[in-house]
């Protein structure tokens, strides 16, 4: 089912998940560990995060080769596997970064083929090692064109032209960023570029991770202000070790408001600590509840105990 059908027809809010595939090498038994933890909470959604290859350098008899790798393959493959093991939809992530219109057209004739009909429709961070994003020479620079480009195989409209060319069916979600993308200048421009996402065919948004309810009040006031009707999914990361109070601002350019770093401090053991995050976390997301969002986006990040411990609170 695409994620737009089940907002539409849920009589509450639809729950999704977002992994990560593991390195290069690892089993996927840790992550069916995790999904095993999870499951329980019937989430609808499973959204698999997708990453650039790293372009490493290696000299080979005086020979300098540029050699991609793939950090974490996998995304389609775990989509696959979970999908089948679970009976659970699985949301590939879909990037710009790495890929020609070309190549991103046939990955998305390989997801057709598969039955997947949901994308997570992103830019990508920039490649390991890069400062900045690069996009590929015949590629996108934006999400919004990726999304175009969607919408156009959605119409049955391929780069070339093809007779008979049947229309693909992916409901397509975008990213929103409750306090603005690093990179944008300001608030206002931010969110131009996400309604022009939308216009191109986004069908929903998932919110950046935010732990001030007004944040993303705040967000989905301006996103109807100006346009954006479709629903806004909150992205919601649970806090459990006095590490992150530091690491997630720094890696994802979100705050994290007084209260829940002095309910964190004044936690004595790392259990307490643990504790503190996790009820400033379920406070947020009865917040978001109340208000009545159309789901919750959790970011997992291959850890199944704090979502757990999370989940239990709200619907165990
Ligand atoms: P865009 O919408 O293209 O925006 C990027 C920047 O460009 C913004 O500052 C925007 O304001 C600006 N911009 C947009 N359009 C224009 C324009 N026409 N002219 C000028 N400026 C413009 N990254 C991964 O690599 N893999 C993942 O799996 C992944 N999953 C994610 C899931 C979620 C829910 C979220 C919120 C983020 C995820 N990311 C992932 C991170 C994301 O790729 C980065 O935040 C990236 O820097 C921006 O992606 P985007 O799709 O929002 O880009």
Redesign the pocket.
């Known amino acids: 089912m695409q994620v737009i059908e089940a907002i539409r027809k849920s009589k509450d809010m639809v729950l999704s998940l977002?992994i990560t595939p593991p390195n290069k090498g690892t089993s996927i038994d840790e992550l069916f560990q995790t999904m095993d933890i999870l499951m329980p909470f019937k989430p609808q959604f499973v959204n698999v995060?997708?990453?650039?290859p790293q372009v490493v350098y290696e000299e080979i008899d005086d020979i300098i080769y540029r050699i991609p790798k793939r950090k974490k393959p996998g995304t389609v493959g775990i989509c696959a596997s979970i999908a089948n093991r679970y009976q659970i939809e699985t949301v590939p992530?879909f990037?710009c970064?790495g890929f020609s219109k070309y190549e991103t057209e046939d990955a998305l004739i390989d997801l057709h083929y598969l039955g997947i009909e949901n994308l997570?429709?992103?830019?990508?961070?920039p490649a390991m090692g890069e400062r900045n994003?690069i996009p590929h020479r015949d590629g996108h620079r934006?999400?919004?064109e990726l999304i175009a480009q969607i919408t156009s195989m959605n119409q049955g409209t391929y780069l070339e032209e093809l007779d008979y060319a049947t229309p693909t069916n992916f409901c397509i979600g975008?990213?929103?960023?409750p306090e603005k993308?690093f990179?944008?200048p300001n608030f206002e421009?931010?969110m131009l570029?996400l309604k022009?996402?939308i216009d191109n065919g986004g069908h929903y948004v998932?919110?950046?991770m935010f732990f001030d309810f007004e944040v993303y009040k705040a967000f989905v006031e301006k996103a109807r202000e100006i346009g954006i009707t479709v629903p806004i999914i909150p992205?919601i990361k649970p806090l459990s070790t006095m590490r992150q109070l530091a690491s997630i601002p720094r890696y994802f350019h979100v705050s994290i408001p007084n209260d829940f770093v002095e309910a964190m401090e004044g936690a004595r053991t790392k259990e307490q600590v643990r504790k503190a995050g996790l009820a400033k976390t379920t406070e947020l997301c009865r917040k978001l509840i109340d208000f009545g969002v159309p789901g919750l986006?959790v970011y997992t990040m291959g850890k199944g105990g704090a979502t757990g411990a999370l989940l239990q609170e709200l619907f165990g």
Request: net charge negative; hydrophobic share 25%; aromatic share 8%.
């Open positions: 977002e995060t997708y990453h650039q992530h990037i970064g997570l429709a992103l830019r990508g961070d994003f934006h999400a919004s975008v990213a929103g960023y993308h990179e944008s421009k931010d570029n022009h996402k998932i919110t950046q992205g986006h």
